[in-house]
């Protein structure tokens, strides 16, 4: 796979994950059989273990280390199997993380599986990630996938670093190249109080999607400090008026209509 | 006599009821002064120790329990009874539906079921605009919730798209009454998914419809069935004499034994008496009170007794499958373990079993015998889980729950409603929902009812009311609608607003908790 970029910890997936007959396996956070938050109707959602970012305001920071006792190897096989039964209620599945282009020869293949088997292959398939993945990562990965959920953290690139602990330049490219091969299903923006929730930056965020990503939905996520690493813990929840402000800056220049705020 | 008389006066003398829930009262009481169907001692004490239960239908039994009227026919014949002609126009077929509601009976006092009010006015309505309809439709609904106040009046939507379909859903909306209760069929073949959409954002707002499984009704039922009360569904044209519920927890817990021997001996046993009331209570309807020789909906064709059949309530299920499960050493809960819950589902399929070959009086409706039907409690039943359902406030996540109940709605034609109770994820991606009800169709769920925790709606039993009208309930004791009493009595009794909510996980807070 391809080099990825250089992350905080400079981990690569493959120095870990095991490539056999079988295919690549994934290395695995958790599955929810059920999930109505990450994407459209019920999905089948599988949370790979590790991150590239270090985000402070992750709320699943122990997804982030690529070694750790609590995640698991699973082959593409056994993967299929785990949502077969669950397929009668599914919409689609959805692959998020921790990072799920971190390990995508394993999401393609599995992808590529769900497909071409009769019993899953009405299932869509959706990828929520950071952005933080190469050409060649996208080139493995949007053959098989019907949309990306992609977070942006921050447009400004000092305040992206400062949140995740790394600039964004690949992350607007791969902003460019969902757009433009019309796989970029939603963009989701986590308004952290103090970092990136005032009114001329979320305007600015409003008016550069409203310009690179016309006509995508826009999720508003407001920062809760449930889960999130003691560091974090101090930062304020946004009250729901704040909130519905948050929107209404991203709506000004995106839409009302394509904005949501939670 | 001096204890009727006192209890008469009290009644008389009661401020709190209305003049016809009055009424109502002095006529059941007058009906308990008669003696009930005979019965073998046996069965006598079954009943009086809780073991069979009629559900209050009365000594007496002079009006079918549940009857479903061809209005359809109806529309199309006109009616010498109401006087009324073949409505020609929309104005008519409502005026015609709404006189034709006040004089159909049940065990209620009110008709049980209104039709399919889509199908019913669909080809009325071509001929007004969209305005028009719109108008008409809230003044039908509203008449409805207002001359006929009981949430067990059922109507049914489906399983095609239409524009009355679309009407109702939008006046569900925005009118917020208990009353109709309402199904939507729903053929995956044939009903599309905007119109299960459109039912879902209802659901959100008012906690109606049911989505019933249309295509296994019909194999069921033969296509001209009807959703009536609660959930009950039956053959239109007929109907349902009695409803007799057998507790199966009790039964269980009188079994001495083992389980092996509680399917040999015990299940059949308990089966056999609540089918003796059953039976004496149908041939007191049909040859003491002689229904169906002074019924108007029997003389015009609109009702026919060989439509009839009656049936045979099981509640109580959990219950007695832990109890089993803990004859054989076992410690499973029914619907969290799998033992415990196959060994449920095995106590419905041999109830099934034996309800099927056990001759009723008057039941060619179902070939002789009764329907089974999973009955989902009333106001006074304490510690004893509502029919199939699992215990409130236990339910499993969603897939586990809705896996451990479907096997067993193939065999409650008459109807099964577990309920599914949702947080407001639910309002934000409804397609999710939708994804729910096509999932549980194809896994052989029957019926699929929804309760969200936001909305001021609550499902009771299988009919609705609303929480606001409960608190004025209990600060005035007054309620315009008969169905919020009995429903005080179950909040009060049965924890029905302490159901597990499914809080759908957010990937942005806890993958780790299985969903």
Redesign the interface.
Known sequence: MSRLLASPADLVVSDLAVVDDDGPSGLLADVVRFSWVDGPGNRFAVFLQGCNLDCIACHNPHTMPLKTPLARLVTVADLVEDVRPVVPFLSGVTVSGGEATLQAPFVAAWFAALRSDPGTARLTRFIDSNGCADDATWDLLLPHTEGVMLDLKALDVATHRELTGLGNAQVLDSLDRLVAENRLAEVRLLVVPGHNDSEAVLRATGDYLAKRAPGIPVKVIGFRPHGVRAAARHIPAPTPEERTAYASWVAASVGAELVTVV | MPEFRDRARTLVDTPTLTYRQRVQALAGLAEESLDPPTVSAACADALATGLVCDIAEGHAPYRPRYLLPDYSRALAQGSEFLGLAAPTDLYEAIAFLLSMYSQVPSITGYPVYLGDVDRLLEPYAADVDDETLTKLMRLMWVTIDRSLPDAFTHANLGPDDSRVGRTILELERELLQTVPNLTLRVDPTRTPDSLVLDAVQTVFACGKPHFVNDPMMIADLGPDYGVVSCYNSLKVGGGSHTLVRLNLAESARRHTGDVESYFATTLPEHVAMNAELMAARITSLVEDARFFEHSWLVDEGLLSLDRFSAMFGVYGLAEAADHLVALDGGTGRYGLDADATALGWRIVERAAELVARTPLPYCEGNDGVAFLHSQSGIDSDLGVTAGTRIPIGEEP???EH?LAVAPNHRHFASGVSDIVHFDD??T??P??????I???M??GMRDVTFNLDSNDFIRITGYLVRKSDLAKLEATGVARHGSDVLAAGSVANSHVTDRAVKR????????????
């Not at chain 2, 759908?504 to 969903?515: K, L, M, W």
């Open positions: 996540p969603l897939l809705l994820t639910a934000r991606n397609q999710a929902v939708v994804d729910v096509r999932g549980a194809a896994t759908v996980i957010s990937s942005e807070s806890a993958p780790r908790v299985a969903g």
